[in-house]
């Protein structure tokens, strides 16, 4: 709960605390791995968060969300081939992605870029 207060409150050290500690308590969780990257994204930097999610993704490696917003950072980053094959496999994993993306301020740069298995 209090993550989710943190969140809402833009209180990214806070937020980016208490997530850490609970990925320490409950490593199986893949939430809690998702909110540590988001606030570190706010609180520190696009690859802080994005180091903490390469890390994950062999404990999750069937976790679309991972991917997502893998492909996200490195749309922010300007790694636009990086970013297209993970958004591939998010797709991959769960197609429901596919309108999320659509809309995401992230991906942006990926406009004109087609996401369907060449």
Not at 11 to 19: G, P, S, T, V
Not at 72 to 94: N, S
């Given at each position: 709960?209090?993550?989710d207060?943190?969140?809402?409150?833009q209180?990214?050290?806070?937020?980016?605390?208490?997530?850490?500690?609970?990925?320490?308590?409950?490593?199986t969780?893949?939430?809690?791995?998702?909110?540590?990257?988001?606030?570190?994204?706010?609180?520190?930097?696009?690859?802080?968060?994005?180091?903490?999610l390469?890390?994950?993704?062999?404990?999750?490696?069937?976790?679309?969300?991972?991917?997502?917003?893998?492909?996200?950072?490195?749309?922010?980053?300007?790694?636009?081939?990086?970013?297209?094959?993970?958004?591939?496999?998010?797709?991959?994993?769960?197609s429901?992605?596919?309108?999320?993306?659509?809309?995401?301020?992230?991906?942006?740069?990926?406009?004109?870029?087609?996401?369907?298995?060449?």
């Amino acid at each position: 709960m209090r993550v989710d207060i943190y969140c809402r409150l833009q209180k990214w050290d806070l937020m980016r605390e208490i997530a850490g500690r609970l990925c320490e308590f409950d490593p199986t969780n893949v939430q809690w791995v998702i909110s540590y990257a988001y606030a570190s994204r706010r609180a520190e930097s696009v690859n802080a968060a994005r180091n903490i999610l390469i890390n994950a993704l062999p404990k999750f490696p069937q976790e679309s969300i991972i991917y997502y917003n893998l492909a996200c950072y490195d749309a922010v980053v300007g790694d636009l081939r990086a970013a297209r094959e993970y958004l591939k496999k998010a797709f991959e994993i769960d197609s429901n992605w596919r309108s999320q993306a659509l809309g995401d301020e992230d991906l942006k740069p990926l406009c004109g870029i087609t996401w369907e298995a060449e």
